[in-house]
T-cell receptor
Framework: TQLLEQSPQFLSIQEGENLTVYCNSS?????LQWYRQEPGEGPVLLVT?????EVKKLKRLTFQFGDARKDSSLHITAAQPGDTGLYLC???????????FGTGTSLTVIP | NAGVTQTPKFRILKIGQSMTLQCTQD?????MYWYRQDPGMGLKLIYY???????DKGEVPNGYNVSRSTTEDFPLRLELAAPSQTSVYFC?????????????FGEGSRLTVL
């Protein structure tokens, strides 16, 4: 089992639909990050959340950090084909030196 | 700007061979990481380093070794390659805070062991 579990693993939706991706752990994280990865490239940072209950918005993307700092969610409103990619949550453990990634959610938005 | 550079981009190895994946960053970051990624999955931490001369194991270190003689370079060595090591390998560096700093990734090295 991985430290950070994401659900769903795969998601295929029509353009214009809304979706939510979840990132859960049994461990407390001092912060969590969300990355997006396109085929053949490395992940790129979308957002960092650091406070329990924090909500951050980036255009059509809304990120939330759980009150207990063990989980996070990513909500996309009116998905577009350009949102297609692998979404990864990630966070530090052991004084921040180790940095773990979640199991990933592969999103396909169909035009 | 170069950022994080990995070489080679592709490599095919025979079972039992050894090789080194090179990683260099020009951002003067202290933290560096090696991950492996199997198709459609997340990244698993192999080894990490918090500065020159300091390395430590991650989640899946068996079959790999690293060194960090300089701030810039963090090579990953595969000894006695096995088919289970077929994967895409990513090197990353992180600046700023250990807890909130952003990871910058190389383009990845696709390794196939036959």
């Amino acid at each position: 089992t991985q430290l950070l579990e994401q659900s769903p693993q795969f998601l295929s939706i029509q353009e214009g639909e809304n979706l939510t991706v979840y990132c859960n752990s049994s461990s407390v994280f001092s912060s969590l990050q969300w990355y997006r990865q396109e085929p053949g490239e490395g992940p790129v940072l979308l957002v960092t959340v650091v406070t329990g209950g924090e909500v951050k918005k980036l255009k059509r993307l809304t990120f939330q950090f759980g009150d207990a700092r063990k989980d996070s969610s990513l909500h996309i409103t009116a998905a577009q084909p350009g949102d297609t990619g692998l979404y990864l949550c990630a966070g530090p453990q052991n004084t921040g030196n180790q940095f773990y990634f979640g199991t990933g959610t592969s999103l396909t938005v169909i035009p | 700007n170069a950022g994080v550079t990995q070489t080679p981009k592709f490599r095919i190895l025979k079972i039992g061979q050894s090789m080194t994946l090179q990683c260099t960053q020009d951002m003067n970051h202290n933290y560096m990481y090696w991950y492996r990624q199997d198709p459609g999955m997340g990244l698993k931490l192999i080894y990490y380093s918090v500065g020159a001369g300091i390395t430590d194991k991650g989640e899946v270190p068996n079959g790999y070794n690293v060194s960090r003689s300089t701030t810039e370079d963090f090579p990953l060595r595969l000894e006695l390659a096995a088919p289970s090591q077929t994967s895409v390998y990513f090197c990353a560096s992180k600046g700023g805070s250990s807890r909130t700093g952003e990871l910058f990734f190389g383009e990845g090295s696709r390794l196939t062991v036959l």
